[in-house]
């Protein structure tokens, strides 16, 4: 549905017109010179079109055309059964009559006619009548294309984001159903005028705009009538080895590109140039108001290699919806690269120094016991008046005597210092039978329990039992609670 508006009238009549070959401007029929140039003027004599007013297979009455491009000629047209516009595009008769160009038309058709998404112009019906002409019927579409849309002018990054998008949602439900376009471009996307300002888009011709030619690089220097322009070209296509998927990805990255600047990556008047751009050469810098994560989408997009461009239309819809939700307006992406977290100045020595390795501390020296003398006095002189008072002998009633009492010192130092190995004795038994508790172990449950030394209840033990000697003893291993002995 682009192309080339033709000079009609509105019975599809082409008129007569005076052409200036040096100004390649068309006058009316009646001046013999251009004003311009005093050149004479060609007269070109009235023909009309044989398919204005022509019913295709008794279904589509063909009422007048809409433009022309190298496929053939877009008509509108009334589809019989329902009464409604619909567009027909009639192939070229020159292009109709190489069976392999109808064969490889009528399948794309095929495959376009399976298409049902909002973003893509709808296939009604395609065929060939009797005499050979092939045709496609469409919906109707009012608008402009993006191309006279954009006419050499920066969009709105609201605006690119919003087509993006569309044309991404477009690809990814061709590809899907493995159909490539194969010559996106902004002559084949349609800007719908309504509803106004909304930017809804049909994009054209999946597929079919280079059905009728081999897809091959032989046809690349061949008129633009039929390849469309190289502008958007991806760098396989150029070299010849085919369309696929990514080669649509490469042309949405010229046409997002184009929006964002105003003209397309690569640009010569030389085709070949052109050409050669597209294979070797980086497109020149976005401009800097463009997001970051936007602007290294276009660069993958671009990429020469179509394995470092995104995998699927879908990806890109993701970065561009990233953007459009105010990704790129409200922060930069980070760099994935950098895991590091940002850490003060007074931290990053505590941070970057690796922790010390655990060990056991060595056990404390053992400090010259300057006590025990005085423990072992108090002991013996408790046994001693035990014996005097008779402890150890037969019946009769004794008179109670209190144990001589503890000085306060040696009861402090009793209770803080372990048990030295040396007391072998009745003397070094009744020390351990009064070891201290260690007060690093202690907690809520000693609460109540007795203490080391108890002037009202302390009781001597005998002297005829000796026990056996015993082991050395650290305070540090003592497993001491309340009861234990």
């Known amino acids: 549905m682009s192309g080339d508006h033709g000079a009609h009238d509105s019975d599809g009549d082409l008129h007569a017109e005076a052409y200036c070959s040096s100004c390649n401007q068309s006058f009316a029929p009646e001046v013999e010179r251009c004003p311009n140039d005093g050149v004479r003027l060609i007269k070109f004599a009235a023909s009309r079109d044989p398919l204005i007013g022509r019913v295709l297979d008794g279904r589509f009455e063909v009422r007048d055309p809409l433009g022309r491009g190298g496929m053939g000629t877009v008509y509108r047209a009334i589809q019989l059964s329902v009464d409604r516009e619909v567009a027909i595009k009639v192939v070229h008769p020159k292009l109709a009559d190489d069976r392999q160009a109808a064969k490889r038309f009528l399948r794309e058709a095929r495959l376009a006619s399976r298409l049902n998404q909002p973003s893509v112009v709808q296939v009604i019906d395609f065929g060939q009548t009797d005499d050979g002409v092939l045709y496609l019927v469409m919906e109707l579409l009012r608008g402009r294309t993006l191309a006279k ?3 050499g002018q ?3 990054l609201k605006r690119v984001l919003a087509i993006g998008a569309q044309l991404c949602d477009a690809l990814e439900a061709a590809h899907v159903q493995g159909i490539v376009h194969r010559d996106l471009k902004p002559g084949n996307i349609v800007v719908l005028a309504d509803p106004p300002g909304r930017d809804l888009l049909k994009v054209l011709d999946f597929g079919l705009a280079k059905s009728l030619i081999a897809d091959t690089s032989s046809q690349v220097t061949n008129t633009d009538a039929i390849l469309g322009t190289p502008l958007y070209m991806s760098p396989e296509q150029v070299q010849g080895k ?5 080669s649509d990805l490469y ?4 046409i997002l590109y184009e929006l964002l600047t105003g003209a397309p990556p690569f640009v010569d008047p030389s085709v070949n ?3 050669a751009r597209h294979l070797s050469e980086p497109p020149p810098p976005l401009p800097a108001g463009v997001p970051p994560r936007l602007r290294a989408l276009v660069s993958q997009l671009l990429a020469k290699d179509p394995a470092e461009r995104p995998a699927t239309a879908a990806d890109a ?3 561009l919806q990233w953007v459009i939700d105010g990704g790129a307006a409200a922060w930069p992406e980070p760099d994935v690269s950098d895991t590091v977290p940002d850490v003060p100045a007074e931290f990053a020595q505590t941070v970057a120094q690796p922790l010390p390795a655990v060990t056991a501390a060595p056990p404390p020296a053992r400090a010259r016991r300057w006590w025990l003398p005085i423990a072992i006095g108090a002991a013996a002189l408790g046994v001693g008046g035990y014996a005097v008072l008779g402890g150890g002998g037969g019946g009769g009633a ?3 005597v209190a144990p001589p009492a503890a000085d306060a010192a040696a009861a402090v130092s009793i209770d803080a210092g372990p048990v030295d190995a040396g007391l072998s004795d009745a003397a070094a038994a009744a020390a351990i039978d009064a070891a201290p508790i260690d007060a690093r172990r202690r907690d809520d449950r000693d609460r109540g329990a007795r ?3 108890d002037a009202g209840g302390a009781r001597p033990r005998p002297v005829d039992a000796a026990p056996a000697p015993r082991p050395p003893v650290d305070a540090a291993d003592l497993d001491f609670y309340p009861g234990k002995r």
Do not use: K, N, W, Y
């Open 242 to 246: 085919g369309s696929e998927p990514r």
């Open 154 to 156: 920066r969009l709105p």
């Open 273 to 275: 140039l052109i050409l």
């Open 451 to 453: 203490s080391p030394v």
């Open 251 to 254: 042309a949405l990255g010229c």
């Open 149 to 151: 849309e954009q006419a």
């Open 398 to 400: 004794r008179p109670a």
């Open 317 to 319: 819809r993701t970065v």
